[in-house]
């Protein structure tokens, strides 16, 4: 935090400001003294600055129920022409400088530029491609070397002190659809889309803050220049979510054309036969192979329906010639019917007029449906028969012959060719689920690719113009089906088959937010998120993001199922992930000089951190013309049914809807107001586990718009023109303003949120002007817990001094380091409660009633009125307020129990309720608690009246996760009194298929191990693999052992991983490894564990195993 | 009546939702509910497996009892469910191989289910497509202790053996600790969701824990004998423990820390446990069964008679021990008498 911004909310206006645009060094200033702005700035690529910039802001932000659109600051900054007119030189002088075109793409970091020619530029200088300026060191006769990337970026790509954020550069391609090369140039030529950060800084002392000092407001890009009536250059500037919003995933996608014809897979065998008058003759078969093709050989590759049969037509005249057929068989690939089909047909002739005369030829299946005959009717089904008699006969196939066969294979034989390929493949393989398995050896560059408007199958590029299918996708891409599924035909009467590949994202929704915006194809470049090829990221530098985004996601990110995103087009980000943030109740804000996410809150005086009064309007009350707060309850966010759509199809549309009602809102109101969110990343799993948890989010917060908003507008002090977004807590002091428990004028710390925020910093023409608007809810039953402070069972006597009656307690237990020590949230007259955690009898704690005389949070002490009788140092303790009714006033502002019978609080007051809040977010992590024991519960924690205090709302967290990760984790492992040997020499030998079950249901896009021990060893001590598989079904095969892997006697079935281990020695001893649990059944969490060992091996079984627990909390 | 959520609930970050000066969340309340109804229907326990396909059980004609368990059913249990991998068998003289499974509640009561599989002609060669798969369940009650049997008859094979535990997935307050409740903003904060809560999440981490081992028997029937006061590892007869001697792991130590231990109990250094051994003693002597690590006894039975039955015992095993490999050692107490040792359980359990 620079002292600017203190400066600002402290309230001081001795503000000045800078904008830097990329690749410009001369800054433009608000004051009248360059060298002012130059040494703010200095040790920056900023080196100049103009004067008398003034800035036009435009208007605020809001965050809007039910849209994800982002509505961009519009800001613009005039700079005066000054005596040399720099900037107006700059920005119009668009064909100054030398000039020639970039000839070899450029990546983000490439200190070398290549280009048509240098020869009319200088030995050293600046050169620009687009918005970027690179500094040179020298020159060939086509290169630039030497070269600084992203000099006088604004904005650096890993942190503020980081590195310059280049940009990549590519040359178009024919298939683009327009080749012309990105200029070069000396003098910048391209405005629009440069990044421009405007900061203030606080004049003091005639000196202005650093640079590093200065507070960012706002940072955008330029979407338009203009040169006014007056001479001043004006630049307009649009917020950096603008980026966002027009950013395009998938753009570049890759597609292309299928090449006609079949792949004729090396080892193939074609056989011809016929029988005439009795006498069987055999042709020598035809063998299809590699490298060069011999006689009675043909290449392996592909074929056309024409090729094909002229290669197979030759072969059977040949051997018909040599004599070895009696029967001349030819196939015509295209043949019309009499009613307009098409149809091929195999001609047979040359046999004896005068006997009864079969033939055949002997076929791959996948060829023979190629031809256009079906697969079955004659056995086996490979064998296409014919016959001939007196007269020449044919056979007419009785299917179209095909254009295309694309068999999906495990084994990556088989290969597809493709032409017409425009765009850019990826390889999506670290982003696919972890438990689509596929031979990552033979596949090692996959995507996800849709045949014509059909199914999509995983793919590797082989080549630019190969890819070999592998494994299909169901039709909503979330899952596998398996592999050798199916063959995907396109008949020679069909149009051209396009392919175009499908982008697969998965991850929680942190992770796969922040790679979506900070992704620039260049790998870690713009910080450790920047993973994603270019046409999958918006390249925000990360200066813009940086933790304070991370932090801002976290709450939306845990809340909210791991998004599994399918790209099957161009698609804005915000048409992409846009759903996920409405259905999160967030959207895009700038804050805090960054951009982060802002979300709806239940607005409650305890988690406020602004405080709107009086005071700190624009013009305070009791001033001549003091601002009042008008109110406006509209329905126009009013919803109170909202459809959701899940399983997005790739054909249009989705599979299934969840409705969400509020009836109580729909009767009370008499109106049915629905609002559908298309969850596009949202996919069915076994029992719509991702789908139960937007809609249960939804569900919690549905009630906060089912009821029309109340919004009060108001002004607000420069002091709110930072840190105040939309999305935050506040609680408003307002004597206009009318208290819905009265009707009357005038609220005090009524709690509201901030709906829209808009803040003009003014010049010397025009004052600051800003205002909020403010949703606030009628009632008020949501506020906060009551406290609990923690015994410190370290101190001396286990925390309690009996001989002053003083109580030591841990200073944060139930608080993070920077919030108010736990026993501060006491005061002297507190009635409390001291009472045992975790007793041994639920029914019966140790526990006292009390009072508090007097708190110490320096020392985190208390002292008590009556004392603790029976203290034991062997029990741990905790303070929590006594019931309702026997509290004092100021501990009744916090939760008590209600009686559910009759909804009062000890017959007192009617019940409090629950709120909603999706922004706060801590800084403790899984460690923080890691070490702390469950705790289980005590029955004087609930009832009519009883506190609802922090410390068992802790418990009960705790309680759950250890339920749910670790005290039901199967634990299971199986020690074998005899010894599993393998026997022979065989490559593997199965020793054991053990069922198992890790529990039903997934974790979505997350992944929980299976921690194993086994027990091995060779009974030699030669070096030996034992292998450990984890199958979602049993082997199948007709053998326990197999000696020949191309061959396999047995398979493992359905998704498996497996984990190969050396054992190398004769000592019993056992070895550790994990497996993925995602290969069990996701439905009834049933998988197979199987022990294969290589010869020499010998196991117990496992000394482990054992469901590790779930991910870290974060 | 809706089920519970199946898939697994995102852990919650307590401090995140429960801290000083937090309000209560109805989005908060929903992740406990959804929590507890997800580990009441879903997280249930394992209590057997076995898969030797090396010395393959060759089945035997009178009926017998070839594994055996003891546990303890979780709240909301409804049913142990079985799956067998079943070789075949050419030698039944009434060609119905059968294999039984019973659960025999020890406050009395059974139910079993039998599986007739494995008929055959010809020699069985228990290649992986030979292999008979098969289900079935059998009723048990909730939080209750049960003794589960294996018996082969006619020559059933059992190859392969699977046995867990099931409950209804309906979330119905009739059952306990399901909890009924939608959370949203506006929800009262009442007693009775608040004491369901912790007191159902206070006894399913009673009762709901894992079972951590089954040794259920040798699989064929014979089951070793011990006649020396020199403790003995069962699995493979060895007399002292050291490293290359079998044992079990239990935690999951995946920092190589101690707090990393996923079944610490409520003093954060025990864990509470029934050890379980079936057996029989001839003589006077008694029978004692130890889980032992190189640096200690973990966990011990001592007492088991000439009745073949069932002797528990209820103790703690340090979370320091469970960080060691644990062998499993039986002995006589007298030298002279001989221990059969059937089968040894240890599960998780706080009364």
């Given at each position: ?603 409650a005086a305890a988690i406020a951190t602004h405080a ?116 935050d807590i506040g609680t ?17 710390a009524?709690a ?30 949501v506020v906060a817990y009551c406290p609990t402070a923690q015994v410190n069972?370290?101190a001396?006597?286990?925390g ?6 003083t109580l030591t307690l841990h200073a944060h237990k139930h608080s993070e380091s920077s919030q108010t020590v736990d026993v501060g949230r006491f005061a002297a007259g507190d009635k409390v409660?001291i ?17 508090i005389v007097s708190v110490n949070t320096g020392a985190n002490t208390c002292v008590l ?13 905790r303070m929590i307020a ?5 509290c004092v006033a100021a501990q009744q502002v916090n939760v ?21 809040d999706?922004n706060t977010a801590v800084t403790w992590?899984?460690?923080d608690f ?17 506190p609802l205090a922090t410390g068992y709302e802790f ?160 | ?12 970050h307590p401090f995140r939702w429960a801290r000083n000066g937090q309000i209560p969340d ?326």
């Amino acid at each position: 935090m620079g002292t600017t911004l203190t400066a600002i909310q402290a309230g001081s206006l001795g503000l000045q400001f800078i904008a830097a645009v990329e690749g410009v060094t001369t800054l433009a200033y608000s004051g009248s003294d360059a060298s002012l702005a130059t040494t703010a700035w200095s040790g920056t690529d900023f080196n100049a600055a103009v004067t008398g910039m003034r800035i036009r802001w435009g208007d605020g932000q809001s965050l809007k129920p039910w849209s994800a659109d982002v509505d961009p600051m519009n800001v613009e900054i005039l700079i005066p022409p000054g005596s040399a007119d720099t900037f107006g030189v700059m920005v119009f002088g668009s064909a100054r400088g030398f000039e020639t075109r970039l000839n070899a793409e450029l990546t983000a970091t490439a200190t070398t530029v290549t280009v048509l020619s240098t020869s009319t530029f200088p030995s050293s200088g600046s050169i620009y491609i687009g918005t970027e300026r690179i500094e040179y060191t020298g020159k060939t006769a086509t290169t630039f070397t030497g070269c600084t990337r992203g000099y006088a970026a604004p904005f650096k790509a890993s942190s503020e002190t980081g590195t310059r954020f280049g940009r990549a550069h590519v040359l178009p391609d024919v298939a683009d659809g327009m080749v012309i090369k990105p200029w070069v140039t000396s003098q910048p030529r391209v405005w629009v889309g440069r990044w421009v950060g405007i900061w203030a800084h606080q004049l003091k002392g005639g000196v202005l803050d650093t640079k590093a000092q200065a507070q960012l407001v706002f940072a955008g890009r330029i979407v338009g220049t203009r040169d006014e009536a007056d001479g001043h250059t004006v630049i307009e500037l649009q917020d950096a979510r603008a980026a966002i919003r027009d950013c395009v995933l998938l753009r570049d996608q890759w597609t292309a054309q299928v090449a006609e014809g079949i792949y004729l897979q090396e080892g193939w065998v074609f056989d011809a036969a016929d029988t005439e008058a009795g006498t069987t003759l055999q042709a020598n078969a035809l063998t299809v192979v590699s490298g060069s093709a011999g006689a009675n050989e043909i290449l392996a590759g592909i074929y056309s329906l024409e090729d094909f049969a002229s290669a197979l037509n030759e072969w059977l005249f040949d051997e018909f010639n040599a004599g070895r057929l009696g029967i001349l068989q030819q196939w015509e690939p295209r043949v019309y019917t009499s009613d307009g089909q098409i149809r091929s047909r195999m001609q047979y002739s040359g046999g004896s007029a005068t006997s009864t005369n079969l033939c055949g030829l002997h076929l791959p299946p996948e060829v023979k449906r190629y031809m256009g005959f079906s697969y079955g009717g004659e056995p086996p089904g490979s064998i296409l028969r014919g016959w001939e008699d007196s007269a020449t006969q044919d056979r007419t196939s009785d299917l179209v012959p095909l254009a295309v066969l694309i068999p999906v294979e495990a084994t990556g034989s088989y290969n597809i060719d493709v032409e017409n390929v425009r765009g850019t493949w990826f390889n999506n393989t670290s982003y696919f689920p972890s438990d689509w398995s596929f031979n990552t050896t033979l596949f090692d560059n996959v995507g996800a690719v849709q045949i014509g408007d059909g199914p999509v199958f995983l793919m590797d590029l082989v080549d630019a113009n190969t890819l070999a299918p592998n494994v299909a996708l169901s039709p909503v891409l979330n899952t596998q089906v398996g592999e050798h599924i199916a063959f995907y035909e396109r008949s020679a009467a069909d149009p051209p088959l396009i392919l175009r590949q499908v982008g697969i994202i998965v991850g929680d929704f942190l992770t796969v937010l922040t790679r979506i915006l900070t992704s620039t194809g260049t790998a870690s470049y713009n910080g450790s998120y920047d993973v994603f090829p270019a046409q999958l990221g918006a390249a925000i530098p990360w200066e813009l993001l940086g933790t304070g985004w991370t932090t801002s996601m976290v709450s939306l990110s845990s809340s909210m199922p791991d998004p599994f995103v399918v790209i099957t087009e161009p698609t804005g980000i915000i048409d992409q992930i846009g759903c996920d943030l409405v259905a999160g109740l967030s959207g895009f804000v700038w804050k805090d000089q960054g951009i982060r996410i802002g979300s709806w809150s239940t607005p409650a005086a305890a988690i406020a951190t602004h405080a709107f009064t009086e005071n700190n309007k624009a013009a305070p009350a009791g001033t001549r013309d003091e601002h009042r707060t008008p109110a406006n309850e509209t329905d126009e966010y009013q919803i109170n049914q909202i459809k959701l759509e899940y399983d997005r199809v790739l054909s249009g549309g989705y599979r299934y809807t969840v409705n969400l009602i509020d009836k109580a809102s729909q009767y009370d109101h008499g109106m049915q107001r629905a609002v559908t969110i298309s969850l596009r990343n949202t996919f069915t799993t076994p029992a719509n586990g991702p789908i139960n948890a937007v809609s249960e989010r939804l569900a919690t917060a549905l009630r906060t718009f089912s009821q029309p908003l109340r919004i009060l507008r108001r002004t607000i002090l420069p002091a709110f023109y930072e840190g105040c977004a939309p999305g935050d807590i506040g609680t408003i002091a307002d004597d206009w303003v009318r208290d819905p428990l009265t009707g009357t004028r005038s609220v005090t710390a009524k709690a509201c949120l901030v709906m829209a925020h808009r803040a003009d910093w003014g010049d010397a023409d025009s004052p600051p002007h800003g205002e909020v608007d403010l949703v606030i809810l009628p009632r008020a039953k949501v506020v906060a817990y009551c406290p609990t402070a923690q015994v410190n069972e370290t101190a001396p006597n286990a925390g309690y001094d009996a001989g002053t009656k003083t109580l030591t307690l841990h200073a944060h237990k139930h608080s993070e380091s920077s919030q108010t020590v736990d026993v501060g949230r006491f005061a002297a007259g507190d009635k409390v409660r001291i009472i045992e955690i975790d007793p041994d009898d639920p029914a019966s704690p140790t526990t006292w009633l009390d009072t508090i005389v007097s708190v110490n949070t320096g020392a985190n002490t208390c002292v008590l009125t009556t004392g603790l009788a029976g203290w034991s140092t062997a029990l741990r303790y905790r303070m929590i307020a006594q019931s309702y009714t026997d509290c004092v006033a100021a501990q009744q502002v916090n939760v008590f129990q209600a009686d559910d019978a009759d909804g009062m609080v000890q017959d007192t007051i009617s019940a409090y309720e629950y709120g909603y809040d999706s922004n706060t977010a801590v800084t403790w992590t899984e460690d923080d608690f890691e070490e702390t024991s469950v705790a289980l519960y005590a029955a004087l924690a609930s009832g009519d009246g009883k506190p609802l205090a922090t410390g068992y709302e802790f418990d009960a967290a705790r309680l759950a996760n250890s339920l749910v990760s670790a005290r039901t984790a199967p634990s299971d492992p199986v020690l074998y009194r005899n010894t599993l040997s393998v026997s022979g020499t065989p490559v593997w030998q199965i020793l054991a298929i053990e069922p198992y079950t890790a529990h039903p249901g997934v974790l979505n896009a997350r992944t929980r191990h299976l921690r194993y021990r086994v027990w091995a060893r060779t009974s030699d001590g030669s070096s030996r693999t034992i292998r450990i598989s984890l199958c979602r079904h049993p082997p199948i095969g007709s053998s326990l052992s197999q000696t020949d892997t191309t061959i396999p006697t047995f398979v493992l079935v359905g998704p498996y991983e497996s984990d190969d281990i050396t054992v190398a020695s004769s000592t019993w001893d056992s070895y550790g490894g994990t497996l993925d649990l995602k290969m069990c059944d996701p439905g009834t969490g049933i998988g197979y564990i199987v022990i294969q060992g290589q010869q020499k091996i010998e196991t117990r079984g496992f000394a482990q195993l054992l469901a590790t627990s779930l991910d870290a909390v974060i | 009546m809706p089920h519970a959520n199946i898939n697994y609930p995102k852990m919650i970050h307590p401090f995140r939702w429960a801290r000083n000066g937090q309000i209560p969340d109805a989005y908060f309340l929903r992740q406990l509910v959804t929590a507890q109804n997800h580990a009441l229907a879903y997280r249930r326990k394992t209590f057997f497996r076995w898969g030797d396909f090396e010395q393959r059980f060759t089945g035997i004609s009178a009926s017998t009892v070839i594994w055996r368990v003891r546990c303890h059913t979780g709240l909301a249990a409804t049913k142990i469910g079985i799956i067998a991998g079943m070789g075949r068998s050419d030698k039944g003289s009434a060609g119905d191989p059968i294999f039984t499974f019973r659960a025999s509640k020890v406050a009395g009561g059974s139910d079993s289910v039998q599986i007739h599989a494995g008929a055959s002609l010809v020699a069985p060669t228990d290649v992986p497509s030979e292999i008979i798969w098969r289900d079935a369940t059998v009723d048990v009650d909730p939080d209750a202790d049960y003794e589960l049997d294996l018996t082969t008859e006619d020559y059933a094979r059992p190859l392969s053996v699977l046995l867990y535990e099931i409950a209804n997935p309906e979330v119905d307050e009739a059952t306990n600790y399901y909890v009924e409740a939608a959370p949203t903003i506006e929800q009262p904060v009442y007693d009775a969701t608040h004491l369901r809560i912790l007191q159902g999440m206070s006894e399913m981490w009673r009762r709901n824990g894992r079972h951590l081992l089954s040794w259920g028997g040798s699989g064929t029937g014979t089951n070793p004998t011990f006649n020396s006061t020199t403790w003995t590892n069962v699995i493979d007869g060895s007399t002292s423990v050291s490293a290359s001697t079998p044992g079990y792991y239990f935690h999951s130590d995946e920092e190589g820390e101690a707090k990393h231990i996923r079944v610490s109990d409520t003093s954060a250094s025990t864990v509470n446990v029934v050890l379980a051994v079936h057996c029989s003693v001839t003589g006077s002597a008694t029978g004692e069964v130890r889980l032992q690590s190189t640096g200690g006894t973990a966990a011990s039975i001592t007492g088991m008679g000439t009745a073949s039955a069932w002797y528990t015992t209820t103790t703690t095993i340090t979370t320091d021990n469970l960080l060691d490999k644990l062998d499993l050692q039986c002995r006589t107490s007298n030298g002279a008498n001989t221990v059969t040792l059937n089968a040894v359980s240890l599960y998780t359990y706080l009364a």
